[in-house]
Structure formats: structure tokens, C-alpha cells
């Protein structure tokens, strides 16, 4: 394995998916062996994956080409493909059906969203700013921009821009708890752990600090 850049697991710890970000696939993983059991060719310089929370699908953002790549965890095949320029990180709706794909494209940043496992492109949502990591809940879009502070939070069906979230700078991974009750994202800028509490409106930054968000309330 060279380069490693994505990593999922399935549900049942079965299999581990990791992307080779300077080769052309992705390489799976048997944990009862602690051995690579095969590997899936995906496309030039694979990056982030995520993974349906059934586990059926994993999703590779395929950089070098362009692509978002649907990988079904059965066969370990590849189901679909949908073009996604300068694929980079990838967040998929609770039900499994959508992917929202981040597109690093100079000068034409977006959130491309893929039908899963048909692979079939849906809306494009044009970004300001190169979009970092991104996932999707309750309808909304959560986005780490490039070159911002901010957590951006977007209409998932509309791509229309709501409040963002100021954390304490240069957000870059971002996901949700198995409950969907907090968002989590790490501030390169403090080295810290920031929560989000979409209940309550309040965010622990490392359990030291607490801010208000009003877009919550």
C-alpha cells in the first residue's frame, strides 16, 4: 500500500477500504487477517471515500480523473462512475441514496451531487472557495472551505447558503455522531476537537469553551 489517504470501515469491522492516493486503487483490507485481500482499480490518484451506513457502496473521489467511483463491497467491483472535476472528499445523505461530492477545480469549486450506486450526476452547487470536507444531515449541507474559519452550511436540495458556524480557525475534517445529535470538526488553527451541539445550539471546543450559534435556534 502506497500514500494512503482514505480509510472506511464496514459496519460490521469486516473489511477496511483505503485509498492509494498516488496509485489507482483502492486496496481492501481483511481485519481477521490483518491482510490486504484485494484491490479495486478506481482511476488515477484516488483520495477521500466515504461509505453508505449500510455498508452496501463506497464512494472514491478519484482526483487525478475526475471522478466519483461507486464500489460495491459484495463484489468489490465498481458499480458506476460520474465525473467530478478534481474530486477530492466526499459526504453521503443517512439513507444512502446521494453522494455530495467536493470539487477542487481552480476558479470553479463546487459540491457535485451523485446518485448512488447508479452513479448518475445530479445538481452542481458552485462554492466561493475550494471545499475541504463535507457530509449531509437533516437536509442540510455542512462544508470546511479552504482559506476560511468557518463551517458553511448549505440547503442540501437547493445548494441555497444559510448561516455558517465560526469555529476557532482552519476547520478541516467535519462529520457527524452515529446519532446525528453533534457535529464534529477539528480547528488546525487551536489544535483542538470542536462539537457541536445541533440540539442545544452550542459548540465545546475541547470541553474549555462554549459559543452560541444562532443559526440553530
Known amino acids: 500500500m502506497s500514500a494512503p489517504d482514505g480509510l472506511v470501515i464496514t459496519p460490521d469491522g469486516a473489511k477496511v477500504y ?7 486503487v483502492v486496496d481492501v483490507i481483511d481485519t481477521a487477517t490483518d491482510k490486504v485481500k484485494g484491490t479495486v482499480t478506481v482511476g488515477t490518484q484516488p483520495a477521500g471515500l466515504s461509505i453508505t451506513k449500510d455498508g452496501k457502496y463506497v464512494l ?21 462512475k460520474s465525473p467530478v472535476g478534481k474530486a477530492h472528499n466526499s459526504g453521503l445523505s443517512p439513507d444512502g441514496t446521494l453522494a455530495f461530492v467536493a470539487s477542487q477545480v481552480a476558479d470553479a469549486a463546487a459540491v457535485d451531487v451523485v446518485e448512488l450506486p447508479s452513479g448518475k450526476a445530479g445538481a452542481t452547487f458552485a462554492l466561493d472557495a475550494a471545499p475541504r470536507a463535507v457530509f449531509e444531515l437533516g437536509g442540510k449541507l455542512y462544508k ?24 476557532a480557525g482552519s476547520p478541516h475534517d467535519i462529520r457527524a455522531t452515529l446519532d446525528g445529535a453533534f457535529v464534529l470538526t477539528v480547528s488546525q488553527t487551536a489544535g483542538e476537537l470542536e462539537v457541536i451541539d445541533r440540539r ?16 440553530f435556534g
Open 18 to 24: 483505503v485509498s492509494s492516493n498516488n496509485g489507482d
Open 60 to 80: 472514491a473521489s478519484v482526483q487525478g480523473d475526475g471522478q466519483a467511483v461507486i464500489i460495491d463491497t459484495v463484489t468489490d467491483t465498481v458499480l458506476g
Open 144 to 167: 470546511t472551505v479552504a482559506g476560511s474559519g468557518d463551517i458553511e452550511v448549505l440547503d442540501a436540495t437547493t445548494g441555497k447558503k444559510g448561516a455558517s458556524i465560526t469555529t
Open 200 to 215: 442545544t445550539a452550542l459548540t465545546d471546543r475541547g470541553r474549555r469553551a462554549a459559543r452560541f450559534h444562532p443559526e
